[in-house]
């Protein structure tokens, strides 16, 4: 059984800090809230325009993703009083962080859109991949997890039963999803919470 969760659809929510907006595309248990953090996972998108501070999420592990502009760095405050830790994330390279360690961002080239996901740290694990499928091709995933999203970074996609464009979101509870591009390419985001 699949689920589309179109773009326009999304939960629009203020940061924790205040600082900026999410669009909120899943999160569980669905009566939990971001403010509370009272959350077992959570998947969001947002548009990072300046620098800024991450919002501390300290029962949390992220993974962020950069979907749309050029690289941004990161820099993470271990230990007080210690040199920072600066790492640069280029495009749909995945990167986790914990959500307890006070980090800010640094745009290199103008304002990103990113991906986000939520994990509470040893009670829900996650998978995660960038896929790309070319027209040609014919994508067998195996979603294998208790939780399976697929997030349509670009293109256009089909599986058997809907049809998903970029931006959108497909909810999957079958093990095994074929999928193609009606696109010279697709690519998505595949995360699987267990």
């Known amino acids: 059984m699949h689920m589309l969760i179109k773009k326009e659809n999304y939960k629009r929510a203020t940061w924790k800090?205040?600082?900026?907006?999410?669009?909120?595309?899943?999160?569980?248990?669905?009566?939990?809230?971001?403010?509370k953090g009272d959350f077992l996972w959570r998947l969001s998108s947002a548009r990072i325009e300046r620098a800024s501070p991450f919002s501390l999420f300290p029962a949390h592990d992220r993974v962020l993703l950069i979907l749309k502009g050029n690289a941004i760095r990161m820099i993470h405050t271990f230990e007080e009083g210690e040199p920072p830790e600066v790492v640069e994330i280029p495009e749909l390279e995945p990167y986790e962080f914990p959500g307890d360690v006070p980090s800010k961002c640094e745009l290199l080239d103008g304002p990103i859109t990113d991906f986000s996901i939520f994990a509470r740290t040893g009670e829900v694990s996650v998978n995660y991949r960038v896929q790309r499928i070319s027209s040609d091709e014919e994508f067998v995933w195996d979603a294998s997890g208790r939780w399976n999203f697929a997030f349509a970074i670009g293109g256009e996609?089909?599986?058997?039963?809907?049809?998903?464009?970029?931006g959108d979101t497909l909810?999957?509870?079958?093990?095994?999803?074929?999928?193609?591009s009606v696109t010279n390419e697709a690519t998505l985001f595949l995360i699987c919470f267990d």
């Open 157 to 166: 996609i089909k599986t058997d039963e809907v049809f998903f464009s970029e």
């Open 17 to 35: 800090n205040g600082l900026g907006f999410t669009d909120e595309i899943a999160i569980y248990p669905p009566e939990s809230s971001l403010v």
């Open 171 to 180: 909810s999957v509870q079958t093990s095994q999803v074929i999928m193609k």
